[in-house]
């Protein structure tokens, strides 16, 4: 699903924050910035509680860098210039979370432990209630605005790596090989869905484009299930690479799935099929004039 990119002034709208919030949260910065350094230092205490501390943040190098990036993440968020910038540098912070890989839990209630500080902090001042509950309220605003931009960016990521690994797999998945000049051979195993088949027939009118192909081996054997929706897959399969002329030859039909195909009445009229890799290969010579001598 594509997420829909608002720009700073667009999200200031959507979340509501008005120059008011603005105004108020800079006003608290002078308070809340001198509190920092122990704040971040108390939060570290409560990450080494956790799983994920020993896992990203035991190196003290790294540890030392975070922790500056930390102080800047949080100036930033009292100078509350809430421009394109602002919103960029948000997007960069989910970035680098979904690169090392933290948890976008550990994030949330990291930054759920920080807005907790600060309100201990705010509702420690001399202040009168009204002007208390009008900065808790910017706080919440900017903070929550801030999470959904790091959020989206995180999953942005994630979701990109996910369609990358599933390109990857599918490639790997739809393995077409030249076995000779002329004659080219796909093992399939698993399950052939609609996406599967239609990447197989990609991959394969592809493959017959480029290698000149006459002979094409599709070998199911490792296919367990075979209902009505696989075998019409199959059967434009075949279609599809008799019109680039070249011939399929469908192998490794089981007797169980041979007995379904009849079962679903399906027209196998146009496929040509054997029992097993073999004899398709067997077959595929015949159609080049060649064969295979002992010596």
């Given at each position: 699903m594509e997420v829909i990119s608002r720009n700073a002034t667009q999200l200031c709208d959507l979340y509501e924050i008005t120059k008011e919030d603005i105004e108020a949260v800079r006003e608290f910065k002078p308070v809340a910035i001198d509190k920092i350094p122990e704040m971040v230092d108390s939060w570290y205490k409560w990450l080494?509680?956790?799983?994920?501390?020993?896992?990203?943040?035991?190196?003290?190098?790294?540890?030392?860098?975070?922790?500056k990036l930390q102080l800047s993440f949080w100036e930033e968020f009292f100078d509350a210039n809430i421009n394109d910038q602002y919103v960029s540098s948000r997007k960069s912070v989910g970035e680098v979370h979904a690169r090392i890989g933290l948890s976008q839990e550990i994030y949330l209630a990291g930054v759920d432990h920080f807005l907790s500080l600060f309100i201990e902090i705010l509702l420690a001042q001399?202040?009168?209630?009204?002007k208390i509950n009008k900065v808790r309220r910017a706080l919440n605003k900017i903070a929550h605005m801030d999470m959904t931009i790091i959020v989206q960016s995180y999953e942005h990521v994630v979701n990109q790596k996910i369609t990358a690994q599933s390109k990857t797999l599918m490639?790997?998945?739809?393995p077409v090989t030249q076995l000779w000049d002329g004659l080219l051979l796909l093992p399939v195993v698993g399950l052939i869905d609609s996406r599967r088949a239609q990447d197989i027939m990609d991959n394969t009118l592809n493959h017959i484009s480029q290698h000149h192909a006459q002979s094409f081996i599709l070998?199911?054997?490792?296919?367990?299930?075979?209902?009505?929706?696989?075998?019409?897959?199959?059967?434009?399969?075949?279609?599809?690479?008799?019109?680039?002329?070249?011939?399929?030859?469908?192998?490794?039909?089981?007797?169980?799935?041979?007995?379904?195909?009849?079962?679903l009445g399906i027209d196998v009229g146009t496929i040509r099929t054997t029992a097993n890799l073999k004899a398709a290969i067997g077959i595929a010579f015949q159609k080049l004039n060649m064969k295979i001598v002992k010596q």
């Open positions: 080494k509680t956790t799983a994920e501390f020993q896992e990203y943040f035991a190196d003290p190098l790294t540890l030392h860098r975070v922790q001399d202040w009168d209630n009204a490639a790997m998945s739809t070998d199911i054997s490792g296919v367990a299930v075979v209902d009505t929706a696989v075998a019409n897959h199959l059967i434009k399969i075949t279609k599809a690479t008799k019109l680039m002329g070249c011939e399929c030859i469908i192998s490794g039909l089981s007797p169980a799935v041979a007995q379904t195909i009849v079962e």
